[in-house]
């Protein structure tokens, strides 16, 4: 498990990078955040690990491997995050906690809720897994309606085409 962190945090960052030195679109491509975008993305941080904790809790509890697959996938989008976040010299909420516990406290009113309600059985927890998708769908579009820096507009773009993966992958 570690190994595979270690694989998806170096891909992350080389992923990240790789934007970074990218030709700018064009002369009006921001290169930095405002106060705005950094409260939306350290915002986020904490979505994806909420998804990758609750995935995670459901998995065994339910015992299905689309949980701990889609899981896996949330680390990858935590591990974007946390690049950025670096990248912009901003404060990682999603760092340093462990598994269900939260900065934000309506994040973690929300595990909480979320846990209970997919523990019940497998058709409630992909119902929880449809929730936490159009949550996270919701805040990358909201995100992606900002003019970002190319790097960052990158890493959202990919993270929403996963979420919209996986949000299908609970809907049946």
């Known amino acids: 498990m570690v190994q595979i962190k270690k694989v998806s945090t170096l891909l992350a960052t080389i992923m990240v990078g790789s934007f ?77 906690r462990k598994a269900g516990v939260f900065y934000n406290q309506d994040i973690q009113a929300l595990y909480t809720s979320l846990t209970t309600e997919g523990a019940v059985g497998l058709l409630p927890a992909y119902a929880v897994g449809v929730k936490i998708e159009e949550l996270d769908i919701g805040t990358i579009e909201d995100l992606l309606l900002e003019s970002l820096p190319v790097d960052v507009k990158a890493a959202l773009e990919l993270m929403l085409a996963a979420s919209f993966n996986h949000l299908e992958a609970y809907q049946y």
Do not use: G
Request: charged share 20%.
């Open 20 to 96: 970074a030195l990218m030709p700018a679109a064009s002369a009006a491509t921001p290169t930095s955040l405002t106060a705005t975008q950094k409260i939306m993305m350290r915002n986020l941080a904490e979505e994806e690990k909420l998804a990758r904790d609750v995935y995670t809790y459901l998995a065994a509890k339910v015992t299905t491997r689309k949980f701990s697959n889609i899981a896996r996938s949330q680390q990858t989008h935590m591990n974007y995050m946390a690049t950025l976040l670096t990248k912009y010299k901003q404060w990682n909420p999603a760092t340093a």
